[in-house]
């Protein structure tokens, strides 16, 4: 098992930057890549950036300009900064990670990111 328990989301005006927070527990030994995905309302959750265990790292073209994805294994936490944030990144935003057998992948709870003036 895995637990992972995203923080970090809020409330943020347009242009702003904000750093999301992914910690994982648990059988963390397991995890290949960790990623960041977001939700918004009526849309389909889309991939945002992943980093593997190795650190090799990917992002999605529509962000790969405005979001750094990186990890500190000493706490067990990858991160998402997020800069010059726009009313359409409002989301869900979720942690995920992906391991090589059943269940294959774990999901944080999400946190809220809400770009707004």
């Known amino acids: 098992q895995v637990q992972l328990v995203e923080s970090g989301g809020g409330l943020v005006q347009p242009g702003g930057s904000l750093r999301l927070s992914c910690t994982a527990s648990?059988?963390?030994?397991?995890?290949?890549?960790m990623g960041w995905y977001r939700q918004a309302p009526g849309k389909r959750r889309e991939l945002l950036a992943a980093?593997?265990?190795?650190?090799?790292?990917n992002y999605a073209d529509s962000v790969k300009d405005r979001l750094t994805i990186s990890r500190d294994n000493a706490k067990n936490t990858v991160y998402l900064q997020m800069n010059s944030l726009k009313a359409e990144d409002t989301a869900v935003y979720y942690c995920?990670?992906?391991?090589?057998?059943?269940?294959?992948?774990?999901w944080g709870q999400g946190t809220q990111v809400t770009v707004s003036s």
């Open positions: 995920r990670a992906q391991i090589p057998r059943a269940p294959y992948e774990y």
């Open positions: 648990g059988s963390i030994s397991r995890i290949s890549v």
């Open positions: 980093i593997a265990r190795g650190g090799s790292t």
